[in-house]
């Protein structure tokens, strides 16, 4: 039974922070990728930062310098800090686990999604 649980989201004025959370479970944790991904209305879904089960991290150029992704393996969960919010950061953010299958592909499991509005 593998659940990603964000938490975090919420109202929050330009040039603000937020801090997103997802606890996971089911999974053995140390050994996924893990990301985060947004959507806003009328768009496709986007990757917004991405950590590997090394400790690598890549971000969306949107949101280099301003967000940062980290992981606890100990708490099976993973981080999006987000600061200097701006309003096209509003969305709905998905947390995503991703491991390679043996058979040669990829395995995703994803969250609920939790929002994010960034308005004056």
């Known amino acids: 039974q593998v659940q990603l649980v964000e938490s975090g989201g919420g109202l929050v004025q330009p040039g603000g922070s937020l801090r997103l959370s997802c606890a996971a479970s089911?999974?053995?944790?140390?050994?996924?990728?893990m990301g985060w991904y947004r959507q806003a209305p009328g768009k496709q879904r986007e990757l917004v930062a991405r950590?590997?089960?090394?400790?690598?991290?890549n971000y969306a150029t949107s949101v280099k310098g301003r967000f940062t992704i980290s992981r606890d393996n100990t708490k099976k969960t993973v981080y999006l800090q987000m600061n200097s919010l701006k309003p096209e950061d509003t969305a709905v953010y998905y947390c995503n686990a991703e491991i390679l299958t043996l058979v040669g592909g990829r395995t995703n499991y994803w969250g609920q999604g939790t929002q994010v509005t960034v308005s004056s």
């Open positions: 089911g999974i053995i944790f140390s050994s996924y990728n």
């Open positions: 950590i590997t089960s090394g400790g690598s991290t």
